[in-house]
């Protein structure tokens, strides 16, 4: 039988084997004797041909030395006698010695031939047995040949699973390539790969090939198996290969105690050989190869395939874990560096909590998100921030009510980790009303654990498809946790110091405010005292009429002071309409105003303040003259603090041009400006003050300062779009240029007539404050109009209901009723009639757009008699009229 190994195998793995080891076991070795036949020596019987002879040959020589003798010593005849009788004894020798020879010559061929006979049976025997030999050593030879062709073969299918197993990228794609390769190499039709659990107490199937799929690489799935199998469960043989690893096949027609048939009913398999994945001394799980079609035996060759397989398997499917895990753990680090460069770079605590919390459910692959904390020292969790959480359930999640006190809080206050669960619905953990406002499959609230105390939570739900949690995500949660429990407390400490900043820039701010008070309240203090102490001058009407305008003039300074708070770097809306300014005349008037403080209290102190004022003949600017008068107070005050032995301070308009315009512009490409200059003899700036003077609440006056002099002084420029300009050196004095733009007709309003209502009206004043309702009274008592007051808001509801009223004039903050619920019941009793709000938080209310419903016009509080004119003219004129004001 001619074998020849397969030319591919010889080709492709050049395996030089050694030569096999022949043995001759059961055959005996030749004996030497029968060796050689050459070598043999002549039988015995031959030996007997020799004695005739030497008989025959002593008889003549006997029978001749007689004759010899007789011829010597006698006579003749004795000697013929002598010599017929040695011829009678010679012939009888020789008869003799023929007879014996020839016996000897029979003995001798009859011994030969036995021998010879015995010579041949043993070569015989030699040639049968080295006929046996060499049949034995080709039945050898045939089975190392066939050994060395299936350890070929055997080479090349563990090769070729070397290089399956190299070439799979993911995890999912090692078992499938480990299962199909060890189902062809072993000539199975299935292979089901099943590995422990974290816990070592179930096996989880992860894949299921067959040996002849097509090129998809689909891997099959467990439809009809469990998740995992506890192995307190499975067949005693299946629990002995796991703890003992070592291989067992299972057959369908075997009757097996151990309960083998469970575990081909699983699989739907006929017969199965499963053999451990061992690495390191561990069993990593089990490699089950199935015969599906019929119940074949397994080979002790396969089974040591297998097993070899399985090693190389498990090695593989090692690696490929740690190769995950440092996947896993390199994403983990990524996330968690994400998570800190969020929460570091973020400055807006709920935008940075939004931005995180996106972080973790895309890094864990949940649904949506949120974040709850701990607001301000309550034992309410409030909703901060969340990730794809579905538009109608926002208001829901962000008003639900989450207690210190609830139980689900309480257990994450006793637990150290997070509190999940795969199948949330069926947990009763979870029963609360936040978690019942989403379908959740899957959910995880982790803890927020600050120093001492729990400062909030994280809650990821997947509402798709269950989630089987892992350790790592689990450490990854734990990690996103105590980055957020960084933050909250980072928050708080940022809390209490900005509480504490707000309360230092509201100390600042109430001295800022006095001191602008206490600016306005200089003409208002100064012509008073005047006038009361020289009642004479009250004879001269229109110096008398100069004083009270300026003392007029002063209050509505006062007045606008809070209002300007709020506008140190608001920008100028465009829907806002300024009316035109004469500077000159401004400037004059601001002169005035600031007279007692420059001349008087300077003389006082002794030392003397000289005031110039050089101005030329410029255009009006758009504006605010209260604004515009209170930044050049400013200025002119900042200049006197600077000048503390006196000293003179300039005040200059003059036109100026700005840069040319790239527009078309008939002026000859330059817009006109106008420049209002204030300079002092002071005692100048350093330039690190000259760079943060304009800031607000800086100040070199120590506590006599607010730091929102020059800060009011430069918001009210960028109101203007103006320009400010500032020069100074220590010893030089200090130069202010401000630049506003010239009116231009397209932007100019003309001013607002003061209008009287075209009839007497019915108004209802209704204030808590006597001296405003009186101020109230009479303003209107003195237009003709009819007026009846109420000092809280339940009684103007009674008199409202009592009488008939063209207009109701209410304050706001008022005790029980205030102004604007007021307004409101008042609309449901006469839709038609006109509220007017008077309130000193009219400036608040416009700026938060927080005007009451019911409410039809706000005044701020001191309302001007033009002002309540204008306003009730505008309110109470009749269809088709001419509002005042229109043009």
Not at 470 to 480: K, P, R, V, W
Not at 549 to 574: C, H, M, N, P, W
Not at 656 to 669: E, M, N
Not at 834 to 850: H, S
Request: with cysteine; charged share 20%; hydrophobic share 40%.
């Amino acid at each position: 039988m001619d074998i020849q190994p397969m030319e591919q195998s010889v080709k492709r793995w050049p395996v030089r084997a050694a030569p096999p080891k022949i043995e001759t076991a059961g055959v005996d070795p030749v004996p030497t004797s029968v060796s050689s036949i050459r070598g043999a020596r002549p039988p015995f019987g031959v030996l007997w041909l020799f004695v005739p002879a030497v008989l025959l040959f002593l008889g003549s020589a006997y029978w001749l030395s007689i004759l010899w003798a007789h011829a010597l010593i006698q006579r003749e005849g004795e000697t013929t006698a002598a010599i017929v009788e040695g011829q009678r004894v010679i012939w009888g020798v020789a008869a003799g010695g023929a007879l014996l020879l020839t016996l000897a010559l029979i003995l001798a061929v009859i011994t030969t031939s036995r021998r010879y006979a015995g010579h041949v049976k043993s070569l015989r025997t030699q040639l049968s047995q080295r006929a046996k030999t060499v049949e034995s050593t080709n039945r050898q030879l045939q089975e190392a040949l066939e050994t060395n062709d299936r350890r070929d073969n055997e080479l090349n299918r563990l090769l070729e699973v070397a290089e399956a197993v190299g070439g799979a990228v993911t995890e999912e794609e090692l078992y499938g390539t480990v299962a199909q390769a060890a189902a062809r190499a072993c000539s199975v039709d299935r292979c089901s790969i099943l590995l422990r659990d974290s816990a070592g107490e179930s096996l989880v199937p992860v894949t299921r090939r067959f040996a002849e799929e097509g090129g998809s690489g689909r891997t099959e799935g467990f439809p009809d198996s469990p998740p995992s199998l506890g192995l307190d469960t499975l067949p005693r043989m299946i629990v002995d290969v796991v703890h003992l690893q070592q291989p067992a096949v299972l057959m369908e027609e075997e009757d097996e105690p151990a309960g083998s048939s469970s575990w081909l009913k699983l699989f739907q398999a006929r017969s199965a050989l499963v053999v451990p994945l061992v690495h390191q001394g561990k069993t990593a799980g089990v490699l089950s190869l199935e015969h599906l079609r019929e119940a074949r035996a397994f080979s002790q060759h396969q089974i040591q395939l297998a097993t070899t397989l399985a090693t190389q398997a498990a090695a593989a499917l090692d690696k490929a874990r740690l190769y995950q895990e440092i996947a896993h753990r390199l994403r983990q680090t990524e996330t968690l560096l994400a998570v800190m460069k969020i929460l570091a770079s973020t400055p807006d605590f709920t935008e940075a909590v939004r931005q995180t919390t996106r972080e973790i459910a895309r890094a864990l692959g949940a649904d949506m998100g949120g974040v709850w904390c701990v607001t301000g020292g309550s034992e309410q969790l409030g909703f901060v921030a969340g990730y794809h959480v579905p538009p109608d359930l926002r208001s829901s999640v962000a008003e639900a009510s989450v207690s210190m006190q609830d139980d689900v809080i309480k257990r994450l206050k006793r637990t150290e980790g997070p509190i999940y669960a795969t199948n949330s619905q069926a947990d009763h953990r979870f029963n609360h009303p936040l978690t019942r406002l989403i379908a959740h499959k899957s959910l995880v609230l982790q803890p927020i654990q600050g120093a001492e105390e729990l400062v909030g939570f994280l809650a990821l739900a997947w509402v798709g498809e269950r989630h089987a949690f892992q350790s790592e995500e689990i450490g990854l949660l734990a990690g996103t946790g105590r980055q957020l429990a960084v933050a909250v407390q980072l928050r708080r400490t940022q809390e209490q110091v900005s509480r504490q900043e707000r309360l230092n820039a509201l100390g600042q701010m109430a001295s800022g405010i006095a001191h602008d008070f206490n600016n306005a309240l200089v003409p208002i203090a100064g012509y008073t005292d005047i006038l009361l102490d020289h009642p004479d001058q009250l004879q001269d009407t229109q110096k008398s009429l100069r004083c009270l305008k300026l003392i007029q003039t002063g209050v509505r300074d006062a007045a606008s002071v809070v209002s300007r708070l709020r506008e140190f770097y608001r920008r100028r809306k465009d829907s806002e309409k300024f009316q035109p300014v004469e500077l000159n005349q401004m400037v004059e008037q601001v002169i005035d105003l600031t007279r007692p403080k420059w001349r008087d209290e300077a003389l006082a102190r002794g030392c003397t303040i000289e005031m110039r004022a050089e101005l030329e003949p410029v255009p009006s600017v758009l504006g605010s003259v209260s604004e515009l008068r209170e930044m050049l107070t400013n200025l002119i005050f900042n200049a006197l603090d600077a000048m503390p032995k006196g000293g003179a301070i300039t005040i200059k308009t003059l036109r100026a041009r700005s840069a040319p315009k790239t527009g078309g512009d008939r002026s000859g490409g330059q817009s006109e400006r106008v420049a209002l200059e204030v300079s002092d003899t002071g005692v100048g700036m350093t330039e690190e003050t000259r760079q943060r003077c304009l800031e607000p609440f800086f100040s070199t006056k120590g506590e006599r300062g607010s730091g929102l002099g020059l800060a009011m002084v430069y918001g009210t420029v960028k109101r203007h779009r103006g320009t400010l300009d500032l020069n100074s050196a220590v010893g030089a004095g200090t130069r202010v240029t401000l630049s506003f733009p010239a009116e231009s007709a397209a932007e100019a309003v003309a001013p607002r007539r003061s209008a009287l209502p075209a009839r007497s009206l019915d108004v209802l004043v209704v204030d808590d404050e006597p001296m405003a309702r009186d101020v109230m009274s009479l303003y209107l008592t003195g237009d003709g109009h009819r007026v009846q007051t109420a000092s809280n808001g339940h009684e103007g509801l009674e008199q409202f209901k009592a009488g008939h009223f063209d207009v109701v004039l209410t304050d706001h903050a008022m005790p029980g009723l205030n102004g604007g619920e007021l307004a409101g019941l008042i609309k449901e009793l006469a839709p038609t009639v006109p509220v007017i709000l008077a309130t000193g938080f009219g400036d608040i209310l416009e700026a938060t757009d927080g005007q009451p419903a019911g409410v039809d016009l706000v005044l701020t509080k001191p309302v001007s008699m033009a002002v309540l004119r204008e306003t009730l003219a505008e309110l109470t004129a009749l269809p088709g009229e001419t509002r005042a004001g229109a043009h």
